[in-house]
């Protein structure tokens, strides 16, 4: 893991420059970049071009800069690529609602769990984002944009509970009052279902609200989805989560990306419900996005429908989810991946 170059004192700066063989006045100079807001080390000029390469590998300077920005023509979305100081680019969306900005954020540079549908685990994992990091992706879209974000989903690129420790400094940080202050009640995690993670993160009793994707009633369809199933199955997951709904009083979200002729049948529809009955949850069902490389279809509208229709039957709480930014394909991990073919 690359070192936070932020994090160190002057003293500490010093000291790992003279120990890569170079003179103290080179860190004075990173210093005076650093202070001034410098992003990234290419941009260091006044350095030799060895020190800058070498810097790369060993430390990352915790901060993001816009890289592209795109803005759909059908509702006040913007999606930005933002790009980190090793030359890495993560994904995140600001999304306004009724009751203010909301935005997505990316918590990894790609992610390792191998979702068949997505296009984040394409590429397999990069490195863990920084608590600054992920910070740094709200207060740059607050400075672009003129705007105060007022809630937060981890939903953009990775997989929050890869990154637990990172993610739970960050969500503190963030609910600090004088910072960007946003509390818990504001903020929701997305998981695949890392059991262990969520045990981990029911000791903590925070007040967010937890999204388990889902996507599949049973082992049959979830593992073929999504790999980390056949660690934890169904019933492993389900059980965490029931285990998590006793322990902090809060309401659990099942994502479920509804994809044709997949997870989609009234068959599953009936299994999810039966599953989940009983349980403080809610479904929130997506029309599944379709990825460029990837075979699967969005379910028709009118699937959607009957879907939800026999969820609400049976007891269970649904919404469909709106889609916004739909023409700037705002669902994470496909602008990346369309900017590294165009390299
Ligand atoms: N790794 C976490 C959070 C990031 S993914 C997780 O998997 O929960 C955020 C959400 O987008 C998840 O619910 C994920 O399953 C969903 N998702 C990924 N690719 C998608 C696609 N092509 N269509 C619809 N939802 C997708
Ligand atoms: Fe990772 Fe989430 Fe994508 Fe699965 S859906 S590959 S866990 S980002």
């Known amino acids: 893991m690359p070192v936070d170059i932020k994090s160190l004192t002057k003293e500490q700066l010093r000291e790992q420059i003279m120990t890569l063989g170079y003179p103290a006045f080179r860190a004075a100079q990173i210093g005076t970049w650093l202070d001034g807001g410098c992003a990234s080390f290419d941009d260091m000029t006044n350095l030799p071009l060895a020190l800058r390469e070498q810097l790369k590998e060993q ?5 993001v800069t816009i890289l592209r920005r795109l803005q759909s023509q059908q509702d006040e979305t913007v999606k930005y690529l933002f ?14 609602y009724h009751h203010g900005w909301s935005q997505c954020l990316s918590t990894q540079v790609g992610c390792r769990m191998g979702c068949s549908f997505c296009a984040t685990g394409m590429g397999g994992l990069s490195r863990n984002l920084l608590p600054a990091e992920m910070l740094a992706q709200i207060e740059t879209a607050q400075r672009d944009r ?12 990775g997989e929050p509970l890869d990154n637990y420790n990172n993610v739970l400094r960050f969500l503190r940080m963030l609910a600090e009052p004088g910072g960007i202050h946003i509390g818990m009640r504001h903020i929701s995690l997305s998981t695949c279902g890392l059991v262990d993670g969520i045990y981990r993160l029911m000791e903590e009793k925070l007040q967010l609200t937890l999204s388990v994707s889902l996507h599949a009633p049973n082992d049959e369809i979830r593992s073929r989805l999504m790999p980390i199933n056949r660690r934890y199955p169904v019933e492993e997951l389900l059980t965490a989560c029931r285990d998590y709904i006793r322990a902090t009083g809060r309401r659990i979200s099942f994502e479920y990306a509804m994809i044709d002729g997949v997870n ?3 068959a599953c529809a009936a299994q999810l419900a039966s599953r ?3 349980m403080l949850c809610h479904v929130n069902l997506i029309p599944a996005n379709e990825v460029s490389g990837k075979d699967h279809r969005r379910s028709s509208q009118q699937r959607l429908k009957q879907f939800s229709h026999i969820l609400e039957q049976q007891g269970i709480t649904v919404t469909v989810r709106r889609t916004l930014g739909a023409d700037i394909s705002a669902s994470c991990g496909q602008l990346r991946r369309q900017e590294r073919r165009e390299e």
Do not use: H, Y
């Open 264 to 266: 989609d049948s009234d």
């Open 59 to 63: 430390f990352v300077i915790p901060g």
């Open 146 to 157: 003129g705007i105060r974000v007022s809630s937060v989903v981890l939903m953009g690129m």
């Open 83 to 96: 790009g980190l100081s090793d030359g890495e680019t993560v994904e995140s969306v600001l999304m306004s």
């Open 276 to 278: 989940l009955k009983g």
